[in-house]
């Protein structure tokens, strides 16, 4: 498998408000809005634990590719899921199987670049670059 290991800084974040519209409240979305996201990823074969840190809160999460966990997005918008990653070629897709529909999310290497697609049911999609 391809290695997303290393410490991300954000350098672009589209339509990040469209996909907090549908997940948290308004006040939460704004603090969001103004957040420079960074992502530490530590990969050792198909075990992940991926960390999304910020000045306000962080959110972890640990799973091994193809094996089905509880994911509960405590301090994001505090839903329980069902989630699996597995591999698409290079990339790592993640399905959120829960209350919101088509909830997943996509990581990716390309140019030196990680890349963050999160898709949404109500047509949202957020791209992020780091
Ligand atoms: C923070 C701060 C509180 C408000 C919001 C947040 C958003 C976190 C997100 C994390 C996504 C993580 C993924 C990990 C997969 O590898 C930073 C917790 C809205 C959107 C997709």
Known sequence: PAS???????ISN????GYM?????PYLRKIAMNLKLRKIIEQHGDQFIIKTMSTFRN?????????EFKEFTKGLDNRHMKSLVRWEGNKLVCEQIG???????????EDDKLHLQELFCEGQ???QVF
């Open 4 to 10: 997303l290991c290393g410490i991300w800084e954000i």
């Open 14 to 17: 589209t339509n990040f408000e």
């Open 21 to 25: 519209t549908a997940l948290i409240n």
């Open 59 to 67: 959110y972890t999460i640990a799973f091994k590719v193809g094996q």
């Open 99 to 109: 209350e919101k529909k088509n909830r997943r999310w996509i990581h990716w290497i």
């Open 125 to 127: 999609v957020c791209k």
